[in-house]
């Protein structure tokens, strides 16, 4: 244990006796190390976060904390203020507060001070008090295996009369050359478009106020050193795991500090704190590293490593809502899963049109009962066939959501979230149901447990697909954001306990709730409602900053693209689908023999390399001509990897010149394949490398490379690397 008084120390937690180079918490783990100057004014501030300190001594980290002391300076304050664990007005600093709130309007002022530390060589519990404000405070901090650092908070009312909260944020602080940001926005249909801008001094600030964190959301708030990309550029980022409002900030003081910041965005008087009473802060998660891969990887690895993560393979899923939309029938989902079954499909979900009154999307949502009119013996019969051919069944469901036209809008109007007498503005002809609510809670919580034990469903496809919007607990009553995504997450909870096995999508409109809030219930997110594969790449590339590939959704699409009416080439859609969780959105009913057989292909290639793709790491090419995107997945041990070589556009060489193929073991030589797509058509003669069959060392193919094949736009060719003394994943064979 370590306190305020006395600092007790192992071989793996660095601390120190009170003296004048003062006391130091060094947490490493993973590559990272996290130092903690304990003695810093008026409480604990962070002197380093990044690269592990290996051959930092307890002198040495103390002096650490000694040299990042700042000086008074004329016109400053007499006693020097930083950025401290929990910065505030009260302590001196004058940016952006970690806590803010208030006694009805009284008691503003918050200076907190240590009282207690635990720790180990990873992990650190902080006690904090403002006695004369009466709070106390519990900070968690912690370094993950894969070198993730987690900070979350929680704040206690220790006075005799309420507390309303109106801000609690947790900081990372940056180096000071960290004078670039990144961060992504979008829209339904284009979620995760990256932008950047100079981190110049004052404050960025990203927000979600939609009551997930929406389509134009961030996922991750980055600032690095100029032009950092995916293979080179020291950068870190934060990401806040909550699923509803949130605030992301990247802030740089004229007093010498940089810091990224997040935590949950609070509506007015939604937190109140009775006496006695406290809040928990959602995690906040920073990662960094020598480019944009290393620092992905290190959510990747962690989130492979929780005991919930996925273990099985991920199975091939159809999905049926562009194949029919609301044209229910047996006989022509029968033979939608006699098709998908024909080609390996091993997943079929039943999207939305199933239950009661839902023949479009003006109706029915929140009467979860099967249609009658379209099913009269239930779903019996339809899963029984999905099961006989193979295949599990899955089940789309929305329900934080209602109509207004349904029974259950009649009959309880007041499970409904608004803040007025009237509703809010509409989305999709569709409200948003009170979870918070208890009746409302159990109404929905008996319709899915009832549904999942009457038919084998093995996966929900859990829809979100509007925005809230004034949600309060009614005319006149409270901001409902918190509590609503706290019964989400119950609910969420409750069906896994109840239901081992059973899978659930996170999906909401898309893209718009991806968060490692949600992903720690879930097993997949929708990446995005399009399908068009030009699309997801970007779409797909800065998603896999934080989500591990395999729980990423990525389906085969039509020829023709529903959502933009773009005409695509098979092998460039199954492509871009091929390094995640693969799936099919196409009524392949509509397709002949010869579509089918190079769908089958795609499929058998895919199921290969999905052990790879669940657990080898991301490679994103950087530097490629414009034109060509190269893109791939290394196996951990750098037995083998799979590629693919893009041609989003024309490029002004023709032939384009060589691209590197890096990420792989340079002392290693590697036997290069095309296994899926095509190298001729769009060139006069045959691609000499895949016909001579050649081998490389790593070390080659990244400081070299060599030459990609010409390829027609919206083209893209798959190619494989085994080591000479290794093997792939699976036996030979391919989508050619």
């Known amino acids: 244990m370590l306190s305020h008084d006395e600092v007790t120390t192992d071989h793996t937690a660095t601390a120190s006796q009170p003296d004048a180079a003062g006391r130091v918490l060094h947490l490493h783990r993973g590559g990272t190390s996290v130092v903690v100057d304990l003695d810093a004014l008026p409480h604990p501030a962070i002197v380093h976060w990044g690269e592990e300190l290996t051959g930092s001594s307890e002198q040495t980290l103390r002096n650490l904390a000694v040299a990042a002391r700042p000086q008074r300076v004329s016109g400053g304050l007499d006693e020097t203020a930083r950025a401290t664990l929990v910065a505030t007005p009260g302590g001196g600093w004058l940016g952006t507060p970690g806590l803010e709130g208030h006694r009805d309007g009284a008691s503003f002022s918050v200076r907190l001070e240590l009282v207690d530390v635990q720790a180990d060589y990873h992990r650190a519990l902080l006690s904090l008090v403002d006695r004369e404000a009466r709070l106390s405070v519990q900070l968690e901090l912690g370094v993950g295996a894969a070198g993730l650092l987690r900070q979350r908070i929680t704040l206690r009312n220790d006075g005799d009369s309420r507390y309303t909260v109106q801000h609690l944020h947790l900081a990372f602080p940056v180096p000071w050359d960290a004078t670039e940001i990144l961060d992504t926005t979008g829209r339904h249909l284009r979620e995760r478009s990256p932008q950047r801008h100079p981190f110049g001094y004052g404050t960025y600030v990203r927000e979600s106020r939609r009551g997930r964190p929406g389509a134009d959301a961030t996922l991750l708030l980055a600032a690095g050193r100029p032009g950092f990309g995916f293979e080179r550029g020291r950068v870190h980022a934060v990401h806040v795991a909550w699923s509803g409002n949130h605030r992301l900030v990247a802030e740089r003081s004229v007093s010498g500090e940089a810091f990224l910041a997040g935590g949950e965005l609070f509506a007015p008087g939604e937190v109140v704190l009775a006496p006695g009473a406290s809040i928990t802060s959602p995690e906040v998660i920073g990662s960094w590293g020598d480019g944009l891969s290393e620092l992905a990887h290190r959510f990747h690895d962690e989130w492979r490593r929780r005991p919930a993560h996925p273990r099985r393979a991920r199975p091939i899923t159809l999905n049926t809502w562009e194949a029919v939309y609301f044209d229910h029938s047996l006989e022509r989902l029968t033979a939608l899963a006699d098709a998908a079954a024909s080609v390996g499909v091993e997943r079929f979900v039943l999207d939305d049109g199933w239950f009661a009154g839902r023949r479009d999307d003006t109706a029915g949502l929140g009467d979860w009962y099967v249609d009658a009119t379209v099913w009269p013996d239930g779903l019996h019969p339809l899963v029984a066939h999905v099961q006989e051919r193979g295949m599990e069944f899955g089940l789309w469901v929305e329900p934080e959501m209602v109509n207004p036209d349904s029974d259950l809008a009649r009959e309880h109007p007041d499970w409904i979230l608004r803040a007025r ?131 990423m959704g990525m389906h085969l699409t039509s020829p023709v693209v529903h959502s933009t009416g773009r005409t695509v080439d098979l092998d460039f859609s199954a492509a871009v689908a091929l390094f995640g969780h693969v799936g099919i959105e196409w009524d392949l009913t509509a397709t002949d023999d010869e579509t089918r057989a190079r769908i089958a292909a795609w499929v058998a290639l895919a199921k290969r390399i999905r052990p790879l793709v669940a657990t080898g790491r991301t490679v994103d090419v950087d530097g490629t001509e414009p034109g060509i995107d190269v893109r791939g997945i290394v196996a951990s041990d750098s037995s083998s990897a799979v590629f693919t070589l893009t041609q989003t556009d024309t490029t002004v060489a023709y032939p384009p010149g060589r691209v590197r193929i890096p990420g792989l073991d340079p002392g290693r030589q590697y036997r290069i394949r095309v296994v899926g797509g095509s190298t001729s058509a769009a060139a006069q003669s045959g691609l000499e490398w895949q016909d001579h069959g050649i081998a490389l060392t790593g070390h080659e193919l990244d400081a070299v490379g060599l030459r990609p094949p010409v390829q027609y736009p919206q083209r893209s060719t798959v190619i494989e690397l085994v080591a000479e003394n290794g093997a792939p994943p699976q036996a030979q064979g391919g989508a050619r």
């Open 421 to 551: 007498m009237a509703l809010p503005p509409s989305a999709r002809q569709q409200q948003v149901l009170d979870l918070a609510h208890d009746d409302a809670y159990a109404y929905v919580a008996e319709r899915l447990h009832s549904l999942v034990d009457e038919y084998p469903i093995a996966y929900l496809k859990w829809d979100h697909n509007r925005d809230l919007l004034d949600a309060g607990s009614g005319p006149e009553g409270v901001a409902r954001v918190r509590a609503h995504t706290l019964a989400l997450y119950r609910l969420l909870d409750e069906l896994k306990a109840r239901h081992p096995g059973l899978e659930i999508e996170s999906c909401a409109s898309g893209g718009a709730r991806v968060d490692l809030g949600i992903l720690a219930r879930t097993d997949r997110i929708w990446t995005s409602d399009t399908l068009d594969p030009l699309e997801r790449l970007t779409n797909q590339r800065y998603t896999a900053l934080l989500v591990p590939p395999e729980l």
